[in-house]
Nanobody, 120 residues
Framework: QVQVAESGGGLVQAGGSLRLSCAAS????????VGWYRQAPGRMRELVAA???????NVADSVKGRFSISRDDAKNTVYLQMNSLKPEDTAVYYC??????????????WGQGTQVTVSS
């Protein structure tokens, strides 16, 4: 079994920074692509940033230049660095990890989400 857990959310003033962590644990052979998503009240979940196994990244236009994604495969962890935060960045942030298990089964796993609130 595989577990994915996000951490690092909280309340921050506009212009501030937060770093979110997405840690995977369990019967992991390899972590493939990982994406950070967010969902604000009344809105659909949207992709914020993603990183593939080779380290190539993709960041949504709405956060380009402010957010960055990185991975530490030794720790099975992916980070979302969020700078120059705006009130419109307020949302629950979720991590989705595409994992190959020790049994060589590939599946996608969601974390429980972490709340980010940006005050004006």
């Amino acid at each position: 079994q595989v577990q994915v857990a996000e951490s690092g959310g909280g309340l921050v003033q506009a212009g501030g920074s937060l770093r979110l962590s997405c840690a995977a644990s369990g019967s992991i052979f390899r972590i493939n692509a990982v994406g950070w998503y967010r969902q604000a009240p009344g809105r659909m979940r949207e992709l914020v940033a993603a990183v593939n196994r080779g380290g190539s990244t993709n960041v949504a236009d709405s956060v380009k230049g402010r957010f960055s994604i990185s991975r530490d495969d030794a720790k099975n962890t992916v980070y979302l660095q969020m700078n120059s935060l705006k009130p419109e960045d307020t949302a629950v942030y979720y991590c989705n990890a595409d994992v190959t298990t020790i049994a060589r089964v590939m599946s996608a796993y969601w974390g429980q989400g972490t709340q980010v609130t940006v005050s004006s």
